[in-house]
């Protein structure tokens, strides 16, 4: 899933200087799983911007409304009645989610109270860590299941570099080395053979900004 | 945890952490209640009004 | 005029090599006076690449100062901060500048140096580099377009490696992929255990590559228990650590000297590997004295 998490008070405060009726709306799918933009941290948002106004001597109407998803207009569209009471909306979704809305309800500023972090998995009650890129071209069938893009801090194809120690990274005790664990992976599943030929270098003309997918079902025929 | 998480989010809004406490006490326990009642009286006098009006009153 | 890298390790004699570092600014009478200490009592002057990601003069400028001055240079060149396209271009620039000598390295993170904000490339790491400059011996770059007219560059291209690394299996692996890319010389990690060092020359032997090991200069006994615990790969054992603390005071330097002296003439005496290549690390003016007391002044 997206992980994601609040902005600091203070910058998410600042955006929303001089409004009066702020919308703040949540996402039911990822961000809720990774506590930092469901429906319960909307409440907690909602409320410490009333205190914060409050305690400064301003006024502050802040709504709250959790949709099933930001990235999708059918759910979007349930705010439409409601939206143009406010001011400005702040979305709790993912940088995606932020856009979407934002695109379809361009006549209100649309604030990002997230900062999207990774795509990952949740390793235990809340901490999530980071496992993929989304590089367009993933290399999990020759690695054993362990992504050298998004687990080694330099995204290396022919790994360890020399600043691996004891199977951790350079960059920190805390950090796994990525090769070194491709490496007892494959020795466990008896594939070393797949890491000891020359790994071809990353093909980045893959990987289009802005991406675009279109299903083969839905493509127009010629 | 979660008590020291809502104390951040209190600091964060620009109210004193102190004013919020847990004390873990049962029905039965008054005069444990009311020391805890007096001690957070005590954080309230000595950190004076916030600007908030209570919504409730 | 200095003869060619490659000829000196194809002649068989034990190769010395030794590092200037650029500096950060363009102050660089430092740095001239080290090539001038250097240049002559060695077979190749490595140049570094924005060293532990510290943003510093490049190092092909600095290469052509050291030919200049009639020493042979060593063109350190990292992945990091460069992509495909700039690494290539590098090349090419240095091989008309008769720069041929190229030194290739993943390179140390971002963060850990002086630019913490700056975007980290990692376009190629070190093998794919290898191979790279092997396509553009034969003409081709790396996306397979044949160059313009017939002359083609050669190059004397080199790699490293941490023959103490924890586990050392993953970095055998890799050091027999980058000879597999062309690596004609390697340059070890700083080695202290003669031992340990003799284990991994059994096993690099059979491969096609001249080795020259690492030679860190110690200063203190301090400095070895700081890069025992804080720098991969590098192991001084306990008894040099002493030696180094045993020293009289303000003569631990010269106890460095002596210990790097001795580790060189065992190596050479004994024939364990191709050479050495001394990393001075701000002690530069100090390597002829290092090569002295092993004999090879």
Known sequence: MIVAERKPFEEIKAMIEGCKKVLVVGCGECVSVCMAGGEKEVQILASQLRLAFEEEGKELEAGETTLERQCDKEYLEEIKDKIDDYDAVISMACGAGVQFLAEMYDSKYVYPALNTQFIGVAEREGEWSERCRACSDCVLAETGGICPIAVCAKGLLNGPCGGTNDGKCELSKEKDCAWTLIYNRLNKLGKLDNIREIFPAKKYSVQTTPGRRIHEAFKEKE | MWVDYTKGLLEESGIAPDRLKMFNLSSSMAPKFKEAVDEMTEVAKKLGPTKIVSKAA | ?297
């Open chain 3, 1 to 297: 005029m200095a003869k060619a890298f490659n000829e000196a390790l194809e002649s068989g004699k034990f190769v010395v090599t030794a590092e200037v570092g650029p500096p950060k600014g363009v102050d660089i009478e430092e740095m001239k006076h080290h090539i001038e200490i250097l240049k002559d009592t060695v077979d190749g002057l490595n140049v570094t690449d924005n060293q532990s990601s510290v943003m510093r003069i490049s190092t092909l400028p600095v290469c052509r100062l050291i030919q200049e001055a009639g020493g042979e240079p060593i063109l350190q060149m990292t992945c990091r901060d460069k992509n495909r396209i700039a690494l290539q271009a590098e090349l090419l620039g240095a091989y008309i500048l008769g720069i041929k000598n190229v030194l290739c390295l993943t390179g140390d993170y971002v963060t850990v140096g002086d630019h913490v904000d700056a975007k980290p490339v990692f376009d190629l790491d070190s093998v794919l580099l290898l191979e790279a400059i092997k396509g553009l011996e034969q003409g081709k770059d790396f996306a397979g377009n044949e160059f313009t007219g017939e002359a083609r560059p050669t190059f004397c291209k080199g790699a490293i490696v941490t023959p103490e690394a924890n586990p050392i299996e993953p970095q055998l692996l890799k050091f027999e992929k980058k000879i597999k890319a062309g690596a004609e010389f390697i340059q070890t990690q700083a080695i202290y255990d003669l031992d340990n060092f003799k284990k991994f020359m059994e096993y690099a032997r059979k491969f096609n590559v001249k080795i020259m090991a690492g030679i860190v200069l110690l200063v203190s006994a301090g400095m070895a228990k700081y890069m025992n615990a804080n720098v991969p790969g590098i192991f001084v054992p306990k008894d040099l650590i002493d030696e180094m603390a045993g020293a009289e005071k303000g003569k631990a330097l010269a106890k460095g000297i002596e210990i790097a002296g001795r580790m060189i003439k065992t190596l050479k005496d004994e024939k364990i590997c191709d050479g050495v290549h001394i990393m001075a690390i701000g002690k530069e003016d100090k390597v002829p004295d290092i090569l002295a007391a092993a004999g090879l002044a």
